[in-house]
Nanobody
Framework: QVQLVESGGGLVQAGGSLRLSCAAS????????MGWFRQAPGKEREFVSA????????RYADSVKGRFTISRVNVKNTVYLQMNSLKPEDTAVYYC?????????????????????WGQGTQVTVSS
């Protein structure tokens, strides 16, 4: 079992930046592929970004490509999502997720059903 705790959300003006963090605790000796998803009011949860357990491969949704950067520091059991040039449409609850699947170092997962563990979410609100 692994527990995930997100932090770093908040209120920011359009064009601003935020950095989300996701700290893992518990069974952290297993290499987890990690991802970020978000859910806006009245909408389904959607993929934002993901990173392989090695950190060597990443993937982004088209809507955030070029603006968001995912990274991880395995010795700290933490994954980050740097969000720049934020837009009002980025407003959502952002969730961190971890997959316990045994994967090759470069595999990235972008479907929510591939993840076993989820954080409680952190609210990001972008004002226009």
């Amino acid at each position: 079992q692994v527990q995930l705790v997100e932090s770093g959300g908040g209120l920011v003006q359009a064009g601003g930046s935020l950095r989300l963090s996701c700290a893992a605790s518990g069974r952290t000796d297993i290499p987890y592929a990690m991802g970020w998803f978000r859910q806006a009011p009245g909408k389904e949860r959607e993929f934002v970004s993901a990173i392989s357990w090695s950190g060597g491969s990443t993937r982004y949704a088209d809507s955030v490509k070029g603006r968001f950067t995912i990274s991880r520091v395995n010795v700290k059991n933490t994954v980050y999502l740097q969000m720049n040039s934020l837009k009002p449409e980025d407003t959502a609850v952002y969730y961190c997720a971890a997959s316990s699947k045994i994967l090759a170092p470069s595999v990235v997962l972008s479907n929510d059903y591939e993840y076993d563990y989820w954080g409680q979410g952190t609210q990001v609100t972008v004002s226009s």
